[in-house]
């Protein structure tokens, strides 16, 4: 018998979208629309190509960092976070889950 666990966590889910960028070689800046726990949806935008381990690394600074925080808002060498806010009484990208900013935008938004 087989058996497979198909919950991921929020991380899971952005560590698989950027290997599959990686292997697509998708042009940079790279941003992913997420709902993450316990902020709720945030951007997390990769400025510049690096390899999948710094990425790892990079979110699982910001959660260490931002875990017990109400604002998710972080910036590091390699990444930068912040919440999706109300822009204008209307919600942040809320009609396709894109922006239009500069680069390549994902919306990984898995809940």
């Keep these: 018998m087989t ?10 889910t952005i560590f698989t979208q950027y290997a ?3 292997e697509a070689d998708v042009p940079f800046p790279v941003r992913y629309l997420i709902n993450a726990s316990p902020w709720r949806d ?14 790892k690394n ?5 959660y260490k960092d931002r875990r017990c925080s109400e604002d998710p808002t972080y910036e590091d060498e390699f990444i930068a976070v ?3 806010k109300a822009v204008g009484g209307a919600v942040e990208g809320a009609d396709d889950g894109t922006e239009g900013i500069e680069g390549e935008e994902r919306n990984v938004n898995a809940e």
């Design 3 to 12: 058996s497979r666990n198909l919950n991921t966590t929020w991380h899971d």
């Design 20 to 22: 599959a960028d990686l």
């Design 42 to 55: 945030i951007f997390i935008t990769v400025p510049e190509k690096i390899d999948l381990r710094a990425y």
């Design 58 to 62: 990079a979110v699982f600074a910001f």
């Design 82 to 84: 912040r919440p999706r």
